[in-house]
Nanobody, 120 residues
Framework: VQLQASGGGLVQAGGSLRLSCVAS????????MGWYRQAPGKQRELVAT???????YYQDSVKGRFTISRDNSKNTVYLQMNSLTPEDTAVYYC???????????????WGVGTQVTVSS
């Protein structure tokens, strides 16, 4: 299973970006999907998650600004980021809990990461 994230870039404060992450490979099912981020000199932190039933969780600092969504038919998770601030600057990683074809149990898979830079 491979995850490919895209959509990062440079944006001014107050702007918006939409991240996408698509999973490929022999996948029989994906449960939780999520986005994490890691700023320079900081630990990786959870940004948002979405379960297969579409229940969501957001870190307090992004509530009301970020929206996570998924398209199960495309094995894809999205992160719509609005009202961006310089504090949102980080490398954003997607993670999925996926079950490979022929496997009983799911495993966690990570994307490579996409850089988001917000200028003031």
């Amino acid at each position: 299973v491979q995850l490919q994230a895209s959509g990062g870039g440079l944006v001014q404060a107050g702007g918006s970006l939409r991240l996408s992450c698509v999973a490929s490979g022999s996948i029989s099912g994906i449960s939780d999907m999520g986005w994490y981020r890691q700023a320079p000199g900081k630990q990786r932190e959870l940004v948002a998650t979405i379960a297969r039933g579409d229940s969501t969780y957001y870190q307090d600092s992004v509530k009301g600004r970020f929206t996570i969504s998924r398209d199960n038919s495309k094995n894809t998770v999205y992160l719509q980021m609005n009202s961006l601030t310089p504090e949102d600057t980080a490398v954003y990683y997607c993670k999925m809990s996926a079950r490979r074809a022929g496997s009983w149990w799911p495993s966690d898979y990570w994307g490579v990461g996409t850089q988001v830079t917000v200028s003031s």
